[in-house]
T-cell receptor, first 113, second 115 residues
Framework: KAGVTQTPRYLIKTRGQQVTLSCSPISGHRSVSWYQQTPGQGLQFLFEYFSETQRNKGNFPGRFSGRQFSNSRSEMNVSTLELGDSALYLC????????????FGPGTRLTVT | AQTVTQSQPEMSVQEAETVTLSCTYDTSESDYYLFWYKQPPSRQMILVIRQEAYKQQNATENRFSVNFQKAAKSFSLKISDSQLGDAAMYFCACRRGGSNYKLTFGKGTLLTVNP
């Protein structure tokens, strides 16, 4: 079974631009979560989607948004990019039954210049 | 709210030896899960081991085992017979029970394995 895939793997954007990252979960997994990883703040939860609905949201500004499609694929969008948004963005998918383990994708490395 | 603390930013171990990584956590939940994830230089986060808080028995997965001390809110990872491939950043994480998927991570411990 294929793992979680994220595209693109690397991205360079300019401050003020917007960016969209994509995540395809493991087949059969309907929950998708997003995390931001930076050297300073570590791993921080952004949001989680299930059945096209956002169920949980972390403490990030409204510039960070996401959505989930009917096939469980998810996208996250960051508008008006800031230098501090440079990070590794990780997506994780999970079944909705015990033990609810999350499986991570390889991440998208976003660099904002 | 949950917090996870890893007090060892870096650890090193000789190949074939045993090493223990420390983690303490705080949660007001009675139902929760604890995890250790491994992140090698490739950056792919890999689940190492899971512990349900309601289970008294410590989880084991081959060379990996945990020491779960619920009253002390301690959750350490022991790696036996360390291998070069074990070199990675290790993260301890906590999650509420049920279908809440938000993981709270510690800052991580960088493990070096010396040949």
């Amino acid at each position: 079974k294929a793992g979680v895939t994220q595209t693109p793997r690397y991205l360079i954007k300019t401050r003020g631009q917007q960016v969209t990252l994509s995540c395809s979960p493991i087949s059969g997994h309907r929950s998708v979560s997003w995390y931001q990883q930076t050297p300073g703040q570590g791993l921080q939860f952004l949001f989680e989607y299930f059945s096209e609905t956002q169920r949980n949201k972390g403490n990030f500004p409204g510039r960070f948004s996401g959505r989930q499609f009917s096939n469980s694929r998810s996208e996250m969008n960051v508008s008006t990019l800031e230098l501090g948004d440079s990070a590794l963005y990780l997506c994780a998918s999970s079944l909705i039954v015990f033990p609810y383990e999350q499986y991570f994708g390889p991440g998208t490395r976003l660099t904002v210049t | 709210a949950q917090t996870v603390t890893q007090s060892q930013p870096e650890m090193s171990v000789q190949e074939a030896e045993t090493v223990t990584l420390s983690c303490t956590y705080d949660t007001s939940e009675s139902d929760y899960y604890l995890f250790w994830y491994k992140q090698p230089p490739s950056r792919q986060m890999i689940l190492v081991i899971r512990q349900e808080a309601y289970k008294q028995q410590n989880a084991t997965e081959n060379r990996f085992s945990v020491n779960f001390q619920k009253a002390a809110k301690s959750f350490s990872l022991k790696i036996s017979d360390s291998q070069l491939g074990d070199a990675a950043m290790y993260f301890c994480a906590c999650r509420r029970g049920g279908s809440n998927y938000k993981l709270t991570f510690g800052k991580g411990t960088l493990l070096t394995v010396n040949p």
